[in-house]
């Protein structure tokens, strides 16, 4: 089998981790998802390190089940989850020395169909920037990039676009919390809203969430496409925070997750940042 390779290193890994007691739980994948799908399981004893399995269904991420956690973690991270887990380094929510990555050469998680999944197609980070254990993979060295969407300079085309995608929104939520950033214990657009009241589906409402989360985004977005993937509804609003993160990246030369040593760009201030005028400014150095 053409996983077979990764599989087994990942396992002898786990099987050094566990037996030597360094971490006290390994987050890895299992096979047993709906249409061939790997989902995520908890391995704490090398009894159970038969049903670890790698593959290109390894969908869902692993990094947001570290978030909170205060013991000894192994996680078989992709690229992405290593982005994420960088991030959450950054922003204090997890101490790297509870964290033992294994980090997985990454040539593009598919669907049921064959096709990839959002983003995977054109990532350009395809080996991970920091891990303990590496497996590598060299089919990475071979994949070529689909170039990304972007939206044009017509804004009353962008908006008719967004409109028409936020038609299709039915405000459940998926993309928010298959996100590794939406860590939020209490959401912005659910703050005024009683536990009796449910959410109004309306456009104005649909249209707060969607923007609201694109510039909670700003300067984070490692663009893994999970939300993307989990919307039901087929809402394709990921190039909204897809042009927040090329704005964030031209403006100040930032991408999330790639250097533990950076911090974000929105969290940090210079005297000499760019400052962008609202109606087409110049940059002000």
Known sequence: MIWDKQTSEIKEICKDLLENKKVNVILAYTDGGVDGTQIPCFVKDVSELDKIEWGDRC????APYLHGRKDKVGIVAKPCDVRAIVQYLLEKQISRENVYIIGVD???????????????????????????????DDRVETLAIDPSEETGEDLAKNLEKFQKEIDKCILC??????????????????RDTPDWQPTEADA?????????????????????????????????????????????GDTYEYEAGMSEETQPAMLTHAFDDKEIGFLGGDHHA
């Open 59 to 62: 969908n869902q991420h692993l």
């Open 173 to 190: 939520f998926s993309c928010r919390q298959a996100c590794y950033g939406c860590y939020c214990k209490n959401c912005f657009i659910e």
């Open 106 to 136: 990454c040539i593009g998680m598919k669907d049921a169909e064959g096709k990839y999944r959002a983003g995977c197609a054109e990532c350009k980070v395809r080996k991970p920037l920091m891990s303990d254990s590496h497996v590598t």
């Open 204 to 248: 104005g409402t649909k249209m707060t969430f969607h923007l609201g989360r694109a510039m909670h985004l700003s300067g984070r977005c490692i663009e893994c496409g999970s939300c993307e993937s989990a919307c039901a509804s087929g809402v394709n609003v990921r190039y909204i925070i897809k042009e927040v993160t090329k704005f964030i």
